[in-house]
């Protein structure tokens, strides 16, 4: 489990490179180091252990979900073959089939869009961390 100190370190390194101005940045490293003496840090430890515990995981679920993922963009690729050679013998049934296709991802939300890859980036960036330090 990552302690608070590694947090703030990390926070602290962050820091040094996103805020250019000398000033702000030394206030926003005692804010942060005042925050890590009150304990709101907790949380955050919280929730990065349980990102942790689930990269570890042995359920078959958490630790296959990103390949899986690759494999069903994989058959979408390998799907495009098909509906080319499709295409040229009845241009009409493929061009429904993609539009039907647009039509349905077009549908599902934006936000769906955004929170999958959140959650998506944050799994990835949480597996190669916990990869990096092996």
Known sequence: ????????????????????????R?????ELMRQQQQGD?????????????????KDAYTSRARPSFLY??????????PMGILFAWKP????????????????????LYWLFGTGYLGYSAARSYDKGKK
């Open 1 to 24: 489990m990552l302690g608070i100190g590694t947090i703030v370190d990390t926070g602290l390194k962050i820091l040094d490179k996103v805020i250019p101005d000398p000033e702000q």
């Open 26 to 30: 030394e206030k926003a490293k005692l």
């Open 41 to 57: 840090l907790r949380e955050m430890e919280v929730a990065m252990s349980a990102i942790i515990a689930e990269a570890k995981s």
């Open 72 to 81: 069903v963009m994989y058959i979408l690729f390998l799907w495009s073959i």
């Open 92 to 111: 009409e049934i493929a061009g429904a089939v993609t539009t039907g296709v647009q039509n349905w991802l077009a549908a599902l939300p934006e936000e």
